[in-house]
């Protein structure tokens, strides 16, 4: 059996993982790390020679650059060719543009202001910024912290993803982030993540709540929607940011479905083809929170580092769902999804199956964006079983019933529409039942008994014979003792009697047709 071919100054066989680059010269792979190659420079070497290579032939030969317009700026610039998102001309006819003030949709407010109790009872459906922080529960490191304090603290040799915001494309470098920051706490007692993630779940834990981000000057990430529909958490600890927001109407995101899957999608800038794109400045201290579904692009306008966060929550259940299915009809990758976003809603299925039976329980009616996000996410359930006949993988947790799970939540709904009909149940009358039923109430009210003494006036002859018999002043003198009368006394309309007992001198008190009798 021959054995594996080797490469590199290493001599090491073929590793699939590790990016390799072919020397033009001698034909040999070296891998990038052993000759200092990153796999995001890479793309702009035209020949390259290996160390050893160079000696004789000289440094490796750089790529031309004939445009600053095109992703691949080796194009000839003859002008046909429309402008591509990222590129540096881009970016300039960018900041040249006008667009609607941020100020029209911004929710400004204090840190301690921005509450899970708030967003329940108004909604967290327009962005927020908040520039006072106190109160909002997010931790970060001083404003001087730098790139190389980033290093230090996780290791130069952390390979990271990057966007390479030229092209639009994604990369791999050395270098992340693990640092000890928490998150605003609105977003730590709404995650799904947080409240309904088992500890033995079968798959891996999504961690999606923290993020450091470095951009330098100039950088543009194009619109998008974050994965799973999640909302975002976004803080600037220097630099700036400017945000293009585009509100997520049934209308827009059609559009931006549409957008996303043409072929010349990087050379058509998306908030030209919508009613309204926002223009939102993010400067050094301030936070940003987007909701669900909200289609936004980000351009770096100064060199910058922010740390942010994404999370699931039971507020807009709906919009969450549908973004998910535009991932999966757009082909989006594994790797810019939410991580097992169908597993946490089964999760998430069961644990508000939990909390309807409760609210029954205890007689008290769940929110509405509850209860129409349960409907949604039993639609989904039943889309997602289904689907498992033609598709292999599953992400339906081991120990949950998935047909039992959706029946039992169907019925938590048919019970509340049952009730709500129940409650409130509009009529009309026509002119001729009104009339009858006006003279009905009118025979009704002429056989009425003559009136019955009022509770109040039973419970203040028995407190008069309680006293006289304990020989205690006037009345007014014990208005504490009244206080100790409980109980409930109806009116009586034929001969019936009740009795209360007092806990002190156990005296009762018989009524016959209103009048004390013993």
């Known amino acids: 059996m021959a054995a594996a071919p080797l490469y590199c100054v290493c001599r090491q066989p073929y590793d699939v993982s590790r990016f390799m680059i072919e020397c033009d010269i001698c034909k040999d792979w070296f891998h990038g790390s052993c000759v200092q190659v990153e796999e995001h420079h890479a793309v702009d070497i035209d020949v390259y020679h290996c160390p050893k290579c160079d000696v004789v032939h000289g440094p490796s030969l750089m790529k031309r650059r004939n445009n600053g317009h095109r992703h691949d700026y080796t194009e000839p610039d003859d002008g046909s060719k429309p402008v591509q998102a990222g590129t540096s001309v881009f970016v300039k006819e960018l900041q040249n543009r006008t667009f609607a003030s941020g100020e029209e949709i911004m929710m400004q407010m204090k840190g301690e202001h921005v509450s899970t109790r708030y967003l329940e009872k108004h909604g967290f459906s327009y962005p927020i910024v908040v520039t006072e922080m106190e109160g909002l529960g997010l931790k970060l490191p001083v404003p001087t912290f730098s790139v190389k304090d980033v ?159 994404n999370f699931l929550h039971n507020l807009n259940i709906g919009m969450q769902l549908r973004c998910y299915e535009m991932e999966r009809r757009l082909k989006t990758p594994d790797l810019f999804k939410f991580p097992y976003f169908e597993a946490i809603c089964w999760y998430v299925a069961k644990n508000l199956l939990e909390t309807l039976k409760e609210l029954r329980e205890d007689n008290c009616p769940p929110p509405t964006y509850l209860v129409e996000g349960v409907k949604a996410l039993i639609s989904a359930l039943r889309t997602w079983l289904k689907r498992e006949v033609t598709e292999p993988t599953s992400e339906v947790p081991d120990h949950i019933r998935p047909n039992h799970l959706i029946k039992e939540l169907t019925k938590e709904i048919r019970y509340l529409e049952v009730r709500i009909r129940e409650t409130v149940r509009p009529f009309k009358l026509n002119a001729g039942a009104a009339a009858r039923r006006a003279a009905r109430r009118l025979r009704e009210q002429q056989r009425q008994v003559p009136k019955m003494p009022s509770n109040l006036d039973i419970l203040e002859r028995h407190t008069r014979e309680v006293l006289r018999r304990l020989e205690v002043g006037p009345l007014e003198e014990d208005a504490a003792f009244c206080a100790k009368v409980r109980g ?31």
Not at 183 to 211: H, I, R, T
Not at 491 to 517: P, Q
């Open 488 to 518: 409930k006394l109806n009116k009586v309309s034929t001969a019936s009697a009740a009795a209360e007992s007092l806990e002190d001198n156990h005296l009762r008190l018989m009524l016959v047709n209103g009048r004390i009798i013993r």
């Open 151 to 309: 290093e230090q603290y996780v290791g130069g040799n952390k390979v990271i993803d990057v966007i390479d915001v030229a092209r639009q494309a994604d990369s791999k470098m050395k270098l992340t982030v693990r640092f000890l920051v928490e998150v605003p706490d609105v977003a730590q007692k709404m995650s799904w993540v947080e409240n309904y993630w088992p500890d033995d779940s079968f798959f891996p834990k999504p961690f999606v709540q923290k993020y450091c981000l470095m951009g330098v000057k100039d950088s543009y990430t194009d619109f998008h929607i974050d994965f799973g529909g999640t909302s975002v958490w976004y803080h600037v600890l220097w630099g700036e940011k400017i945000f293009y927001l585009i509100k997520p109407s049934p209308v827009n995101l059609a559009l931006y479905e549409a957008w996303s899957s043409s072929p010349n999608q990087s050379e058509v800038f998306f908030g030209d083809k919508v009613e309204k794109c926002y223009k939102c400045v993010v400067p050094q201290g301030t936070t940003l929170l987007i909701p669900t579904g909200w289609i936004h692009a980000v351009l770096t306008s100064q060199d910058c580092m922010a740390f942010g966060g």
